[in-house]
């Protein structure tokens, strides 16, 4: 009873920042993301009478204690759907920069979820398996899809209604998405508590609920349009947003460096130099630059220019879960 799958992570283009549940992972707002081809997680599960507890192998060392319990507690809930109590063994290679603002939870419990259902013999949906890996971390469920896609916030108490679904595949527009590495550490402030944080204490908060199921509409209208100049637009306000809130938080949280902001005023210039180029970031430092194929390698150069810029990554609209028997 042994499957292995692959996940590419996402980013998100309309945020999701929040949970109104926080055992079931249910998201205060909807949200919208686009999976990305450079990052990714590769994970075998394993599940054998013969194992007497479970054990977690990351990047081919023994998981820590905090990073072994995540997944053991999500392997419970499989378990769970699946009428099983057998271990398991996890082997998972994470091509992530981990808890740096990339979303690595993303690939990593929707690499989870879809090699430890498949491994139990569970044959399910791709809306299914998105609910399902949102109980591990809420954006894995968008990474179960290619391209672009949202992920529906519902209003169910049991979450039923919560699940991701694709509105435009990765071969239907492509857009170059550049990951700028500012830093590799991991961050102080974890998306969780972050989340949790800003929800509970920032008066902001409101504000961003009154606003984002807006730009949501507006953003999947530029999508099916292949209106880039409006997706920008409404990206980069989203994003700017979300950490307002944040800093309205008590106490404050504050995930950006002074790389950040450098790559942020970088953008500006461009854009006032006649270049369509767009930026959004996550819980993290790192900026993620959203651009035309045709301006990718101007962006880039100028990009690496920067004095804080460690690295960038050219990304394109990745693939949803694949297997590998």
């Known amino acids: ?153 519902g209003i169910r108490t049991d979450g039923k209604d919560s699940f991701a679904k694709q509105i435009l595949n990765e071969k239907a527009w492509d857009i170059s998405v550049l990951s700028v590495l500012l830093a590799a550490e991991q961050k102080k402030v974890s998306s969780t508590e972050g989340m949790k944080r800003t929800v509970e204490t920032s008066p902001f908060y409101t504000g961003w609920l009154n606003t984002v199921e807006k730009d949501l509409e507006e953003a999947k209208e530029a999508i099916n349009s292949r209106d880039f100049e409006k997706l920008g637009i409404i990206v980069e306000a989203n994003t700017m947003k979300m950490h307002a809130t944040m800093l309205g938080a008590k106490p404050p949280i504050l995930y950006w460096q002074r790389g950040t902001i450098d790559v942020i005023q970088h953008i500006h210039k461009l854009r006032s130099a006649g270049i369509y180029v767009y930026f959004t970031i996550d819980a993290g430092p790192n900026v993620k630059v959203l651009c035309l194929p045709e301006d990718e390698k101007i962006v880039y150069e100028s990009l690496l220019s920067l004095k804080d810029v460690q690295d960038v990554i050219i990304c394109h609209p990745g693939s949803g879960i694949k297997y590998f028997e």
Not at 46 to 65: C, P, V
Request: a positive charge; one cysteine or more.
């Open 1 to 153: 009873m042994k499957a292995t799958a692959i996940a590419n992570t996402n980013i998100a283009l309309i945020k999701y920042w929040g949970k109104r549940d926080e055992t079931l992972f249910l998201p205060m707002n909807s949200s919208l993301s686009i999976t990305l081809d450079s990052f990714f997680t590769v994970t075998t599960v394993e599940f054998s009478k013969s194992f007497y507890k479970d054990i977690f192998f990351l990047n081919e060392l023994q998981a820590t204690d905090k990073e072994s319990n995540k997944a053991f507690n999500f392997l419970n809930k499989v378990r769970e759907f699946a009428g099983t109590n057998l271990h398991a063994r996890i082997s998972s290679e994470n091509r992530v920069p981990t808890a740096a603002g990339f979303a690595s939870s993303a690939s990593g419990f929707a690499a989870l979820a879809a090699a430890a259902t498949r491994a139990l013999g569970l044959q399910l949906s791709e809306k299914e398996l998105s609910m399902i890996a949102r109980q591990g971390s809420g954006s894995a469920c968008r990474s179960i899809y290619g391209g672009f896609v949202e992920w529906q916030k």
